[in-house]
């Protein structure tokens, strides 16, 4: 129940942050993406410059997370298909003005019209879980070296 808790307060949180820095509206997001309003730039490096402190502070103050876990700073591989992602994700922000976070707290401020690009976020997630989960029982199958 406490994690459940730490979650929508987190996220509450990080929704308020958005709505409040104009994120969730998609006018304001292309018009960053062009080059013609450097707020939302503004926004992301106050956020990066609070991550960061926090993140070098936090296991200095406490030895362990909110909820108990023990901080972790484990570096993971990247993996295949990162980088394309990455380049659909970011077209698709910069067709649509909306990232999914942003999208959902859009919702929050009653920005209807959003649900189509969560619809077509959701279904592109969806069908790269199918992608994904394809590609790993090809890898999983044994190969048949008989020439």
Same mark, same amino acid.
């Given at each position: 129940?406490?994690? *459940?808790? @730490?979650?929508? %307060?987190?996220?509450?949180?990080? $929704? !308020?942050? /958005? &709505?409040?820095?104009?994120?969730?509206?998609?006018?304001?997001?292309?018009?960053?993406?062009?080059?013609?309003?450097?707020?939302?730039?503004? *926004?992301? @490096?106050?956020? %990066?410059?609070?991550?960061?402190? $926090? !993140?070098? /502070? &936090?296991?200095?103050?406490?030895?362990?997370?909110?909820?108990?876990?023990?901080?972790?700073?484990?570096?993971?591989?990247?993996?295949?298909?990162?980088?394309?992602?990455?380049?659909?994700?970011?077209?698709?922000?910069?067709?649509?003005?909306?990232?999914?976070?942003?999208?959902?707290?859009?919702?929050?401020?009653?920005?209807?019209?959003?649900?189509?690009?969560?619809?077509?976020?959701?279904?592109?997630?969806?069908?790269?879980?199918?992608?994904?989960?394809?590609?790993?029982?090809?890898?999983?199958?044994?190969?048949?070296?008989?020439?």
């Amino acid at each position: 129940m406490k994690r *459940l808790i @730490a979650i929508l %307060l987190g996220g509450g949180l990080f $929704g !308020y942050g /958005l &709505a409040l820095g104009g994120m969730t509206r998609p006018e304001v997001v292309l018009s960053f993406l062009q080059l013609r309003d450097f707020g939302l730039l503004l *926004l992301m @490096a106050s956020a %990066l410059a609070v991550t960061t402190i $926090g !993140y070098h /502070l &936090a296991p200095r103050l406490r030895s362990t997370t909110l909820l108990g876990l023990p901080f972790s700073h484990q570096v993971k591989r990247m993996l295949p298909g990162t980088v394309p992602g990455a380049v659909i994700f970011g077209v698709g922000w910069g067709l649509s003005g909306l990232c999914p976070g942003a999208a959902v707290a859009s919702l929050g401020i009653g920005n209807g019209p959003v649900l189509i690009g969560l619809a077509g976020m959701f279904l592109g997630a969806y069908l790269q879980g199918l992608l994904s989960e394809s590609l790993a029982r090809q890898a999983a199958r044994p190969q048949n070296d008989m020439v």
